[in-house]
C-alpha cells in the first residue's frame, strides 16, 4: 500500500441478489477525508453499493479493496474489524434499550472499558445527544435524533470508513436539517464518508465528490459543488428544468 | 372465603413455577420468532434428569438444579445449533413448528424408552410438608419452588439487562440486521438464547416432578398450559408471561376451589380461546414486544 493508494475502490462490482444483477460493472473510489456522496433514481442499485462494501451482500464478480486490500471475501465482522461502519437506511437504533446502551452496542467488539468511555466522550462532544439523553428509549426520540444517534454510535468503533446509507429519508424537514449538520460535524472532524442520499441537493452540498449511479453503473463522477451545477444532474436529480 | 384466600395461595405459589416455564418460551421466541413446541417435553426431560440423580446421589432436587442446569443448556443450545439453525429464514418460523413438535415426539420416545410411562414423581421425603400460617395450609415444597422461581427470573432478568451477553440478546430480538451490522454474531447468540430458554426446564422440571406425578406424556398438557400463559402474556415478553403466569395460576386454582378441580385445567383452553378472539397479541405484546 502506498499514500497514493485510495482508502476505498470499486472496480467493475457486479452484484445482486438471487439471478439477477443490480450493479452491473460499478467503479467508484474514496479518498481519504472525503465525503463521496451517491446519488440516483431509485433501484439504480445505491444501496447494494454500500451493502457490497460492509459485507452485507457479496460481489459475483470486480474487486472491492480498502487500503488497498481485496475484501470482497470478508465477512462483514472482518470488515467491521477494519473499520468499515455500515449505518443502514432503515431505523438501525434498538428501541427498546436505552440511548446509552444503545452506544455500548456500538462498542460491542471492543473489550477495552477505558477506550470505550473515552469513544463515548468523544462521540457526546460531537452530539450532545449522546449524553443529554442517554437513559431515554431509543425508542421515544425524534426520527432526527434516533439519526444522530445512530451516526454517533457508528464513531464508537473510531472507523475509517462510514457508511450511510440515506439517512434523511422519511424525516420531516427539522430532522433532514438535524441529519446533515450531523455529516457535516463528521466531516469536520475528519471522517472518511461513503453516503448515499436520495436527497441529492443535500447530499452534494456536503460532500466533497459525487457519483451520479444508474442503472447498476456510475454514469458520472465529480465534485460535489461541480454535480450541482451541472445542468444535467440538476434536470434529472435536483427538480431544476433544463435551459 | 378461607377456601378463596387458600386457593389464592396455592395459586400464587403455582403461578410462579408457570412463569419459570413461561420465561424460557417467551426468551426463545423473542430471540428467534421461534414457538418451541418441545419446551414442555424439556421439562419433563429436566423432571426425570432431577429424579434420576436424585435416586443415584440422594443430593436434593433444589441443590440438583446446579447439575441439571448446564446439562439442558447444551441440549438446547444443540437443538438449535444441528436442527434450527439450518433452515432457510424465509420459512424458519413455520418450520420450527414442526421441528420442535418433532423434537417433543423423539424426547417423548427416549423417555419412554427408558422410563416406561408409570407415573413418576421425586420425593425426597418433605414433598407433602406444609405450614399452617393463620389457619392456611403452606406446602413446603411449593413454597421453595416458588422462591426457586423468583431467583431464577432475577438471575434471567440480570443476565438480560446487565451482561454484554445478554445486550446482544436483547439488541438481535429488536433489530437483527443492525446487532450483526455492530458484530453480533448472530448464529452464536440464537443457540446461547434457546440454550438459555431451555436451561429454565432443568429449574421447572425438578419442581414439576416435585409437585406433580409425571410421565413422558406430560409435556402435551404442559405445552398447551404454557402456550396459553405466553400468549396471554403478549408474546415475546417475559415481563408479560410473569404476569400472565400468576393470573393463570391463581384463576385456574379459584376455578378450582370455587368449582370442581376438573374444570381448572378447562380454563386454560377457555383463557386462550378468549384471548385469541378478542385481544391476539396478548395483555402486553404491543406495548413491549421486541423488548424482552
Known sequence: MTSNTPLLSLTEVTAGYGAGLVLKGVNLTVERGQIVCVIGPNGSGKSTVLKTVSGLLGVKSGSVRFNGEEISELTSRRRLDLGIVHVPQDRSLFPGMSVHENMMMGAFILTDHKLIAERMERAAELFPIVKVRANALAGSLSGGEQKQVEVARSLMLDPALILLDEPSIGLDPKSRKLVFESVKALAEDGRTILLVEQNARSGLAVSSMGAVLEAGKVALTGRGSDLLDDPEVARLYLGVKAK | ?292
Open chain 2, 1 to 292: 372465603m378461607h377456601l378463596v384466600v387458600q386457593a389464592l395461595i396455592l395459586g400464587t405459589l403455582t403461578g410462579g413455577v408457570y412463569a419459570l416455564m413461561a420465561s424460557g418460551q417467551t426468551l426463545i421466541f423473542g430471540i428467534m420468532k421461534v414457538i418451541n413446541l418441545a419446551q414442555g417435553a424439556y421439562v419433563v426431560l429436566g423432571a426425570y434428569l432431577t429424579m434420576s440423580l436424585f435416586q443415584w446421589t440422594h443430593i436434593d432436587p433444589f441443590l440438583l438444579i446446579l447439575l441439571t442446569t448446564p446439562i439442558l443448556f447444551f441440549v438446547g443450545a444443540a437443538t438449535q445449533w444441528f436442527l434450527l439453525r439450518p433452515l432457510r429464514p424465509a420459512d424458519a418460523t413455520e418450520l420450527s413448528l414442526l421441528v420442535t413438535f418433532a423434537v417433543a415426539l423423539g424426547l417423548e420416545g427416549l423417555m419412554s424408552v427408558m422410563y416406561k410411562t408409570t407415573l413418576r414423581s421425586i420425593q425426597p421425603g418433605y414433598e407433602n410438608h406444609s405450614w399452617t400460617i393463620a389457619g392456611y395450609q403452606v406446602n413446603e415444597v411449593r413454597f421453595y419452588a416458588f422462591l426457586l422461581s423468583i431467583a431464577m427470573l432475577v438471575i434471567l432478568y440480570l443476565i438480560l439487562q446487565k451482561t454484554k451477553f445478554g445486550r446482544a440478546i436483547r439488541a438481535t430480538v429488536q433489530n437483527p440486521m443492525s446487532a450483526q451490522l455492530l458484530g453480533v454474531n448472530s448464529n452464536l447468540v440464537s443457540a446461547f438464547g434457546f440454550g438459555l430458554g431451555v436451561a429454565t426446564s432443568a429449574a421447572a422440571g425438578a419442581v414439576f416432578g416435585l409437585i406433580t406425578p409425571f410421565n413422558p406424556g406430560s409435556h402435551y398438557d404442559l405445552i398447551s398450559r404454557l402456550l396459553t400463559v405466553v400468549i396471554l402474556g403478549g408474546l415475546g415478553s417475559i415481563g408479560g408471561s410473569v404476569i400472565a403466569a400468576m393470573v393463570m395460576g391463581v384463576g385456574a386454582a379459584l376455578v378450582s376451589a370455587l368449582s370442581a378441580p376438573v374444570w381448572s385445567d378447562f380454563t386454560f383452553f377457555a383463557v386462550l380461546i378468549i384471548v385469541l378472539l378478542v385481544r391476539p397479541r396478548g395483555m402486553f405484546g404491543a406495548k413491549v414486544r421486541g423488548a424482552l
